[in-house]
């Protein structure tokens, strides 16, 4: 059985804040704010992850009301999601993912991103794709006022 999932997350981006993307922290002025550390990719990957294995969202799993959460490691929330997908008995067959940002670019960091992905998820590089592109300086993303990302997955029983 296949079965797909689709994720999306947006966070605003403040100055002074760290910046964490994919699990990695990305030098830059400004960084992605929210109640957990607001790691957009990760976030859409979580998404996807319950969405295909109809286990809701990442709002129902981990409630951003919810103190436990607060400041927390998206790689944690992510390691979390994985054991849940594994014991309705899924695996992943791949994960394809874009992130929308203006500044700064983010290619430099993409191998990077995967490994990190790949060693949290406990999956090979080869399963997980992840591109970056701009808005070509269009709306709140090309302002540098914020971040997008989008993930797709396939998971198999
Ligand atoms: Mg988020």
Known sequence: MF?????FDTHRLDPGREFWLGGVLIPHAR???GHSDADA?????????LGAAGLRDIGNQF???SAEFKGIDSKILLARTME?????????????ATIVL????????????????ASVM??????LSVKAK???????IGREEGISAYAVVLLEK
């Open 134 to 140: 701009t808005s070509e300086k269009l709306g709140f």
């Open 63 to 65: 409630p951003d009301t």
């Open 31 to 33: 960084g992605a704010a």
């Open 84 to 96: 849940l997908i594994r014991a309705k008995g899924f695996s992943i067959g791949n994960m394809d």
């Open 122 to 127: 406990a999956i090979g590089e080869d399963q």
């Open 3 to 7: 079965r797909i999932g689709f994720g």
């Open 41 to 49: 990719l990760i976030h859409a990957i979580i998404d996807a992850l």
């Open 102 to 117: 203006q500044e700064p670019k983010i290619n430099p960091f993409i191998p990077s991103i995967i490994g990190t992905l």
